[in-house]
């Protein structure tokens, strides 16, 4: 019978549930009913883990169709507390700051200078945060030039398609996130003078340099029509 390893610091107490509920052949996750053959869970959390995966095809309250990834219909979506709806309310109607509720908006908006530049601020730091982490996964230099000043660098599609992948999803944080998650091999780090000389010529200049061929012309979106000019 397999035994619980020496109680140590190196274990903490929820593995060391964990490792008791696997001994005595009982679910890793609710503890109570055996597990399934060959899996840590039982039947009864295997289902509930299911119905969770399958969130975005109908609502859970009405059982209607939906075409988002939410668990609930427009009409069944949880909304805002109505005591912060009120308040919202309230402050735009008397013209002042919803986040601070005492400065007056600036035109054409909900918040004063401060709330907004804050908020600017916080996007432009999450907006840096995730290039950096995204630019050091694919080597956090120029493949072409060798330039390592992060200012410098951008994510550059190596087959000159990157019209078609924004038009599925914005520009920016978006195809940021988007290389994040699924991990492209068609996506490379170029500074921007390497990515706009590739994207105007064809081909960077270094790289006729080091003997490639520059291409006779550039196609970058398909192949051009077969028309002569006069």
């Known amino acids: 019978m397999e035994r619980l390893p020496v109680k140590s610091s190196n274990i903490s107490a929820s593995e060391r549930w964990r490792l008791k509920k696997k001994v005595l052949g009982l679910c890793q996750q609710c ?3 055996p ?26 309250v009405c059982g209607c169709g939906l075409n988002n990834k939410k668990r609930l219909c ?10 912060a709806k009120d308040r919202r309310d309230r402050l735009k109607k008397a013209g002042l700051c919803i986040q601070c509720g005492e400065n007056p908006t600036l035109p ?39 330039e390592t000043e992060l200012d410098f660098l951008t994510m550059d599609h190596k087959n ?5 992948q924004r038009k599925k ?14 991990r492209p091999n068609d996506v490379q780090v170029l500074c921007y003078n ?24 550039r ?3 398909g192949e051009l029509n077969t028309c002569q000019i006069q």
């Open 31 to 33: 503890g109570q009913h």
């Open 35 to 60: 597990a399934r053959e060959g899996k840590i869970n039982c039947v009864k959390c295997a289902d509930k883990h299911s119905a969770k995966s399958r969130k975005g095809t109908k609502c859970k």
């Open 74 to 83: 427009a009409e069944h979506s949880r909304t805002e507390p109505k005591q």
């Open 108 to 146: 054409n908006s909900v918040r004063c200078e401060g709330c907004a530049l804050k908020l600017r601020i916080d996007g432009n730091n999450s907006y840096r945060k995730l290039r950096l982490k995204v630019i050091s996964l694919y080597g956090g230099k120029c493949v072409c030039c060798g």
């Open 160 to 164: 000159n398609d990157g019209f078609i």
């Open 169 to 182: 999803t914005k520009a920016g944080s978006a195809t940021y996130k988007m290389i994040l998650k699924e």
């Open 194 to 217: 390497c990515n706009c000389a590739k994207g105007h010529y064809g081909i960077c200049p270094h790289e006729v340099a080091r003997g490639k061929i520059r291409p006779e012309k």
């Open 219 to 221: 196609v970058k979106y």
